[in-house]
């Protein structure tokens, strides 16, 4: 792609920054990332040659980055026929100092003293001997969760975008002694563009060394995912700071070579396209993007609250942090975009009392920026602390399940969190506060979602469960109807053997439901539903549930046309409230896509009749994402042709997330 792409440009005769006209010489020349439209390069390179615009790369997935001479500015070259849109490259920092990264209070920040420090000794847990010092990883339960996920495997990678890592002993610098037993796998470097993402700063190394240092090797701490693999990928400079040009091509070339979780503990307070499309390519291949929220402390009216990239809302976890005390960081951003909290320290604090600044404590480099200094152990607070223990905990749970996708990651992660603040998720700590030790048992419980049911006048509905172990099985019933009404039962299923609920003895006639079936175990849940519907057509249907609730679902059938009637129905479980747009897709000739949005509040059960949103007699198709994750099922009711085929069948949606069956 950008080989095709720097070919096209070298044609067009666009010439390249460089030499007497490089950027340096050019201080007043701005950077600007552009995405020409489809099939429209040429023409797009006609009116940028015509404005004096030099390239300066191609970057992946058709992205141009350009220097534009002053006058020039991305809102002029957005408006150009051929060009889709265009930014600034703006900056990006490690989100512990997002916004200053000269700050003075720098030494706050990294508490570069390393004091003498004898605690008594912890039986059952590693034997780094700076591990008692890792208050983080105690209140997350890693102790419980290595008991049951180990250090995961070396098959999962995790990219680790930022200002490299210390992996490698070549010329000036060397392999942080705590790496000593950590996988590595080939990453890149889009500071230096060359493959030796080797780092000149420390705070990469310090993040990777959070999710994977080398344990119970009887040095310095103790890594969480410590047999995972990680993948370096350099996009902050020796001054910490990269671009959104370095951070997008970093997200594209993890995705590409095979990484399934990126971890992003650096920030903007600015969007970004280009970051946004890289995030959201992420996700659509099935990598999970874990970033931090950013460190202004406030909700500053950025998308949800968040510094970009945790502003990606469904494409990406974002992270906020909490001290000691379980309580929000003065420094976390908080808002509507928040998934849930993880330790980030207060070095301004002691609530521990083990003579330490309550940092989270790691390797890096003795003096900050400087790579042959030596390594120690370097306390570190901020959102771009919190962030890796997600990304490792979402590493140890791909190593118990390598079929998760990052909707199922996202929904075990946060329905497993410690809940603090507001009952529910909050704007302060999200779903809550990480918990490891919660999300590695989810993986072995079952929860099975279904938007569809009634108890309405001709529907007789039923929840058939199936547990096919030997042990007891107790299931957790919730039913979500119309307006936000639950109601809730427990059953106990005895081993290998089926139970069936009658959904409408349970919950009442004349209402609309939505079920999620939940069990510590392994169970299988399935909807059986006999009907008359309109008193003239009978039928049954019988259907699995989703695995997961998801942002994106498709649905290839449905039609209005006579006989046929369509409905959408939806259901969210989650304590946020979503809006879900409905892309209908018609048949050839039959006019052009219809979309259609809908507020579906928490825990609510919403139905769409399709027939009234397009129309009678098209054959249609639908795009179901939401902002917030929900399920998808597609009931249809017929009376086929002159055969007189009455009936009816129900459908959950496709999920590119994996969250249905």
Known sequence: MVAIAVALIAASGIPAAGGETDAESSPSWTRIILRPEEGK????????????LRLEKALPRGLLLLEAPPQIDAETLSNLPGVSWAEPDIPFYPADMAETPNDPDFARQWNLADIPFSPAGITGTPNDPDYPKQWNLEKINMPEAWSMAGGGRSSVVIAVLDSGVAYRDAGKFTRAPDFAATNFVPGYDFIGNDSEPDDEYGHGTHVAAIIASSYNNSFRAAGMAYDCAIMPV???????????????????????????????????????????????????????????????????????????PADEGAYVLAVGA?????????????GN?????????????????????????????????????????????????????????????????????????????????????TAGWDQYYGYGRLDAAAAMAAVGRSAWYFAEGTTRG????????????????????????????????????????????????QVGQDKDVAATVFSPQQIIAERAMYFNYQGVWPGGSATMGARFPSTTWYFAEGTTRPGFEEWLTLANPGDQDALVTVEYMLGAGQGQSVTRQWAVPAHTRETVNVNQAVGSGKDV?????????VVAERPMYFNYGQQGWKGGSCEVGYDPGGGGT
Not at 398 to 420: E, M, N, W, Y
Not at 460 to 472: A, G, K
Not at 621 to 629: C, F, L, P, Q
């Open 41 to 52: 390069l040429a023409e797009a390179m006609r009116q940028l040659i015509s404005l004096g």
């Open 234 to 308: 350099r996009v902050l400079g020796s001054d910490g700071v990269g671009t959104a040009s370095t951070v997008s091509s970093g997200i594209y070339h993890a995705v590409d070579n095979g990484a399934k979780v990126i971890c992003l503990s650096l920030a903007s307070p600015r969007h970004s396209v280009a970051v946004g499309e890289a995030v959201k390519y992420a996700h659509d291949r099935g990598v999970l993007c874990v970033a931090a929220a950013g460190n202004e402390g406030s909700d500053p009216g950025y998308p949800g609250g968040m510094d970009c």
């Open 621 to 629: 198709s639908m795009r179901v994402t939401s902002d917030k994750a």
């Open 337 to 421: 975009g928040l998934d849930l909290v993880a330790p980030g320290g207060d070095l301004t604090r002691d609530d521990n009392h083990d003579r330490y600044g309550d940092g989270i404590p790691q390797e890096s480099y003795l003096q900050p920026g400087n790579c042959q200094s030596g390594y120690t152990l370097v306390w570190g607070e901020g959102t771009s602390m919190a962030a890796p223990q997600v990304a490792a905990t979402a590493g140890l749970l791909l190593s118990l399940d390598p079929k998760l996708a990052p909707d199922g990651l996202a929904h075990i992660i946060t329905s497993t969190c410690v809940d603090l603040g």
């Open 322 to 334: 909490t001290d000691y005390r379980d309580a929000r960081a003065h420094y976390s951003n908080y």
């Open 458 to 505: 001709g529907f007789d509905e039923w929840l058939c469960v199936l547990n096919p172990e030997s042990e007891d099985a107790q299931v957790d019933f919730t039913f979500l109807m119309s307006g936000g009404q639950t109601q809730k039962a427990t059953y106990t299923v005895p081993g290998r053997s089926r139970f069936s609920l009658n959904v409408n003895a």
